[in-house]
């Protein structure tokens, strides 16, 4: 690929196709040629995701009409596994997406177990968490059904797939209406999992249940240390790392969770100058002095005024230390206010600032932004 490719030029395109379709003439279900040519005609106008859809809508043409022959056709023609002694990281082809959407538009109405079964096959060369999801939708009992016996598949693709797939907010996926009640005992079937690819999607999938639940996370990790089954130093990660959102926005029973407690200060206070002009860099300024010794995690909290009146709190990292007993911390950082944000407008008015420790605020004061 030239430098500057897109990413959907990078994974999709004439020698990806060709593979694929290589795949099917070595194993006799089609000529490879005339498959790429009917592809690649239209697909350098589509973005990446079109582009999925597109070629499995080729494959619909060239492949066996009745399903559980498509079926059989494609197990032909896939390539090995992916490698089962690896740890993380090991996504597979992406052009194999394109099979799990053929899956979807053609399995699921009348061929729900086949397809699921054929998913399963699939994610071990490409995850399926984005054509799982349409099945979850079609029929949701049935789908767990499936899900909880891949949580105890030999293959970690697929036990990955478990948790990746059920996910309450997966990133790009097709919404699914499923509850902590509905996925937290899978994930009590995968925290203890000894590859990091199956923890990282299990912690993002406390992540994801945290935006809506903070406390079903709490209590399951604290339930996890006490169950003692996952290496305690890959449990500390997986803490952090599915408590990342609670921490960044300053959520005490998070913070609590990670050792940061609450804390008495004897002294704090917080400054920046009293006029900010937008699209300046200004210096924050805060001093504090814990009343005992233990880890500090100090963040400034800025509450953006929009036109409304209303207020949106914005939590900003400072510092992370170990404070000291009635030894006084000072701190500043410079702060960019950004009038060009488009994911985040700011607005000209009365705004203030507050001093955060360990979620808990501890100092404010207030200035003008113009």
């Known amino acids: 690929m030239a430098k500057g490719d897109s990413l959907a030029d990078q994974l999709f395109n004439r020698d990806s196709v060709g593979r694929l379709a290589g795949h099917f003439e070595d194993a006799g279900v089609f000529v490879a040629a005339p498959f790429v040519a009917d592809v690649m005609a239209d697909l350098h106008a589509l973005d990446l995701k079109a582009r999925i859809t597109h070629i499995a809508t080729h494959l619909e043409t060239h492949l066996p009409r009745d399903f559980n022959a498509a079926d059989a056709a494609i197990r032909a023609s896939l390539p090995a596994p992916l490698d089962p002694n690896l740890k993380d990281n090991d996504f597979g082809g992406f052009i194999y997406a394109s099979l799990g959407v053929f899956v979807e538009k053609q399995g699921l109405e009348d061929h729900f177990e086949t397809s699921m079964a054929l998913l399963m096959t699939l994610t071990q060369r490409f995850s399926m968490e984005f ?5 979850l939708n079609a029929d949701q009992q049935a789908s767990l059904a499936h899900i909880h016996r891949w949580a105890g598949h030999d293959n970690y693709h697929v036990r990955r797939l478990a948790s990746e797939g059920t996910r309450p907010r997966l990133p790009w996926g097709h919404k699914v209406g499923l509850t902590p009640d509905d996925t937290l005992p899978i994930l009590d079937r995968l925290y203890f999992d000894p590859t990091r690819f199956v923890t990282r999607s299990v912690a993002n999938h406390l992540n994801d249940i945290a935006k809506f639940d903070p406390d079903a996370v709490i209590d399951r990790l604290e339930f996890w240390a006490k169950d003692a089954k996952q290496d305690p130093c890959e449990l500390a990660w997986m803490t952090r790392h599915a408590l990342r959102s609670l921490v960044k926005s300053g959520h005490a029973g998070a913070l609590r969770t990670l050792g940061y407690h609450d804390v008495t ?59 000291k007993s009635h030894q006084k911390i000072s701190l500043s950082k410079s702060h960019h206010f950004d009038g060009t944000a488009t994911t985040f407008r700011l607005h000209n008015g009365d705004h203030k600032i507050h001093l955060q420790v360990n979620g808990r605020i501890v100092a404010s004061c207030g200035f003008v932004l113009g």
């Open 131 to 135: 054509s799982l999801r349409a099945f």
């Open 265 to 323: 200060v004897s002294q704090a206070d917080i400054s920046v100058a009293p006029t900010v002009l937008l699209n300046s860099k200004v210096k924050i300024n805060a001093t504090l002095t814990p009343t005992t010794d233990g880890p500090l995690m100090i963040d400034y909290v800025i509450d953006f005024v929009k036109p409304s009146g209303k207020v949106s709190a914005k939590v900003f990292k400072m510092k992370m230390l170990n404070g």
